[in-house]
């Protein structure tokens, strides 16, 4: 596996309405440095001026003010990021950060759940705490396992809104499900626990890939923070670009926005992520998305 | 430990607790002996009749006939003297001082959790800490810029603090109010007794709200009162007080973000908004960065108070220093930020989160008020000495099913005042609300809210449960 990457992403993202819409959207689609990580270029790309700010989880965020109405928003991130493999383990955030503590509480997507979901919920907490290793960082190594078994990859069963408790029941999801069930059940258990947005290099050739990625951190006193994807059973490589975290997709999703009238909506997210250099050893990780 | 209830005798506002006149009250006193038969029933007739033209009134969320109603209005007013005032002024001045740089610290490097006076986790794990306001600055460092103290009064020289409301506090358009028809019904009192006015507040609101604009502003920053709308319990309030300072009321509706900044729409155009007087929830605010389906708030104004171009008064998150379970901490503040000890007690609170505590509690519910955290309102709450065996045990039953979600307290003896009821006069309980106003410097009005318990032996003031309110005096002298 390399263990350096330099990576030129391009994340296109498309909106087209059925009539003319305004819009007010946020968008986290810049990366920061991190442990691992660095940023040689970006830029992102609106049918408006971007205003800069940072959110209480030092997401670097652009406003974009669409008061003219649209029937098509195209958003384009783009540059290149080098990457360092530090096997998943980003370390400490720093002073001023929110403490480990912050990240125990519930997301809107991130609760055990009620009803039927949540008895599922609890009972899959009951089966992965049952012969729950005594050392924090192996307890996630078997929850990262034990998602993969319980709800294999699959896109399309579940939607943006869906909560980790409802994408259990249906026994499938997408990279943000398997994040979210992570992320509760970590926190169930006194993890402290968080969602990560970003992106995947994901094959041996470069080519488009459908959709950017998402993973979870979770917080292992001695070593900091430590990034799992359940989606492909594995911390993050040099393949990973962390983008955003969030208490759950709501608040560490890529764009979150509202919009006055325009009817239906279709959405087209396309993400491409290429190597510059990649060592010719480099066997790749088999991933899905 | 507090004097409770069945320690010791009930303090009287009017006759103190050995049947004299105090000197506040000489005034009042001589005027209800000069009274004739029959005249307070005429009188409140009066009041009652302006309370109504003036459209004064308090929607009570699942009142049966329609949602709102006139808060009943009490003649008889609660007096302060001014050497007790004064102690309470500087006890109010600094435990909003406490609050404010507690506030400021929470959100910023949480020392107070370092000094191991606080837990972190009680700060983070709060569901009322936005962490949007992490590492913000704002103008002064100021958060509750509004915040209305709950006072309650055991003896002639014991005042606790029962609450601090950081959020959005109400209930100041009555304190307006009353005096306005006391002066209306009663002006020969005004001439015979010095008392402290208290109409300033609009003005002295206004300089608050424009003291928080941050240094990008305009110098004479546009400030208006945003409210969720009609059906909102303060609407009148809401209305009333935008009115008194000559500033838009408007609805999330009437706002938008642009370029960064804060709109109005206006017959005009759009006008740059640089403070938001905002009686509006939290979550509410925006549906980009909180509840997604809030219909309330303006999209895209977090991003703009984070780029420090529109101040929110009260700011984001401060409900984590008046949360229930927060309120203990309020001495360990005063003694931290300010090095000074605190002037206002606090009542003694039993935490439920620890064992101890709730040990304690569990075995002690017939003598204590058992609240819920982040309950308001007087709602979710026990009362032990005037609640059945039954209501005891069910909530018994709700304290152990989650007690990290209660505290207790012992059964205070509010204090009672002379109050018209239909009998005659007789003593009901009451409470008292100051308003502290923080910008530039801290302004109080002399007085405040005081709320009366209008049935008999009740403790509970509350508007939402029934309660009424007092003109609250406070003499230049005594």
Redesign the interface.
Same mark, same amino acid.
């Given at each position: 596996m390399a263990s350096r990457l330099i990576l030129d992403i391009t994340h296109r993202t498309r909106y087209r309405f059925d009539g003319p819409t305004t819009a007010?959207?946020?968008l986290r689609l810049s990366p920061g440095e991190c442990n691992g990580q660095k940023v040689h270029a970006w830029a992102v790309e609106a049918p408006g =001026?971007l205003?800069p700010? &940072? =959110?209480? %989880? &030092?997401n670097l965020?652009h @406003?974009l003010?669409l %008061?003219e109405p649209l029937t098509e928003i195209e958003l384009v991130a783009r540059g290149r990021v080098e990457t360092v493999d530090q096997a998943g383990v980003l370390g400490e955030d720093g002073?001023?950060?929110?403490?480990p503590?912050?990240w125990? !509480?519930e997301g809107p997507l991130t609760g055990l759940g009620t009803g039927e979901a949540g008895l599922q919920m609890r009972a899959f907490n009951r089966d992965v705490t049952r012969h729950r290793p005594a050392q924090r960082l192996d307890f996630l190594h078997h929850l990262l396992r034990a998602i993969v078994d319980r709800m294999p990859y699959q896109p399309g069963v579940t939607v943006a809104g869906t909560t980790a408790a409802e994408a259990l029941v249906k026994g499938a999801g997408v990279c943000q499900d398997h994040a979210h069930v992570f992320i509760a059940i970590a926190r169930a258990n006194g993890i402290p626990a968080r969602y990560v947005s970003g992106y995947l290099l994901s094959g041996p050739v470069s080519g488009p890939q459908d959709v950017g990625h998402a993973w979870a951190e979770a917080y292992v006193p001695g070593l900091g923070w430590v990034g799992f994807d359940p989606s492909n059973g594995i911390c993050p490589t040099a393949s990973y670009v962390r983008v955003a975290i969030g208490?759950d997709y @709501? =608040?560490g999703c890529p764009v !979150?926005?509202?919009r006055g009238g325009g009817g239906g909506e279709t959405l087209a997210v396309n993400v491409s992520v290429s190597p510059l250099e990649r060592r010719p050893n480099n066997p790749y990780t088999a991933t899905q998305q | 430990m507090a004097e409770t209830a069945a320690n010791r005798p009930i303090f009287d506002e009017m006759r103190g607790t050995d049947g004299k006149i105090r000197p506040a009250f000489a005034g009042v006193d001589q005027w209800l002996s000069n009274m004739p038969d029959g005249e307070h029933g005429r009188m409140q007739l009066q009041a009652d009749l302006l309370y109504e033209r003036m459209g004064i009134t308090f929607g009570a969320y699942g009142s049966a006939n329609g949602h709102e109603r006139s808060i009943p209005f009490d003649l008889i007013p609660r007096v302060l003297g001014k050497t007790e005032w004064d102690k309470l002024e500087a006890g109010l001045r600094q435990r909003v001082r406490a609050l404010n740089a507690f506030m400021h610290d929470a959100y910023?490097?949480?020392d107070i959790c370092r000094a191991g006076k606080i837990p972190?986790?009680q700060i983070?794990?709060n #569901?009322q800490?936005?962490?949007?306001?992490?590492?913000?600055d704002l103008p002064g460092s100021i958060y509750a810029h509004i915040c209305g103290v709950d006072l309650v009064r055991v003896s002639e020289g014991q005042f606790y603090v029962l609450e601090d409301n950081c959020r959005v506090p109400s209930g100041v358009s009555y304190m307006l109010e009353n005096r306005e028809v006391m002066m209306r019904l009663v002006p020969s009192l005004f001439t015979q007794n010095r008392i402290q006015p208290v109409a300033q507040y609009a003005e002295e609101l206004l300089n608050t709200l424009k003291a928080t604009a941050f240094p990008a502003a305009s110098s004479d920053p546009c400030v208006v009162l945003l409210t969720p709308g009609p059906y909102n319990s303060a609407y009148f309030e809401h209305a009333f007080l935008a009115d008194e300072m000559g500033v838009e009321l408007v609805r999330g509706t009437d706002l938008?973000?642009? #370029?960064?900044k804060v709109y109005m729409r206006t017959p005009r155009g759009p006008k740059q908004v640089d403070v938001i007087y905002r009686r509006v929830d939290d979550v509410f605010l925006d549906?980009? /960065?909180f509840r997604?389906d809030s219909m309330l708030g303006i999209?895209?104004i977090i991003?703009?108070y984070? /780029?420090g171009n529109i101040s929110l008064a009260n700011a984001c998150g401060t409900g984590i220093a008046d949360d229930k379970a927060t309120y203990c901490y309020v001495p360990e503040m005063i003694r931290f930020y300010l090095g000074e000890e605190p002037i206002l007690q606090n009542v003694p609170t039993y935490r439920c989160s620890e064992a101890q505590d709730l040990l304690y509690v569990k075995e002690n519910l017939k003598d204590l008020v058992v609240k819920e955290v982040h309950g308001s309102g007087g709602a979710g709450m026990l009362v032990g000495p005037t609640s059945t065996k039954a209501e005891i045990e069910t909530f018994r039953e709700k304290l152990l099913a989650n007690p990290a979600n209660f505290i207790a307290q012992p059964t205070l003896s509010l204090s009672t005042c002379p109050t018209f009821v239909e009998e005659g006069i007789a003593p009901r309980h009451v409470d008292l609300r100051p308003f502290v106003l923080s910008g530039d410097r801290i302004a109080i009005m002399p007085g405040g809210l005081t709320r009366v318990a209008l049935r008999k032996g009740s403790l509970v003031v509350n508007s939402s449960q029934g309660g009424g309110t007092k003109d609250t005096w406070v003499l230049a002298d005594h």
């Open positions: 007010v959207q946020y =001026d205003f700010w &940072r =959110d209480g %989880h &030092r965020v @406003s003010y %008061h002073a001023g950060a929110l403490p503590e912050y125990l !509480r208490t @709501s =608040d !979150r926005g509202m | 910023h490097r949480r972190e986790a983070v794990r #569901d800490f936005l962490s949007v306001m992490q590492d913000f938008f973000v642009d #370029d960064h549906p980009l /960065a997604p999209p895209g991003g703009a984070r /780029a």
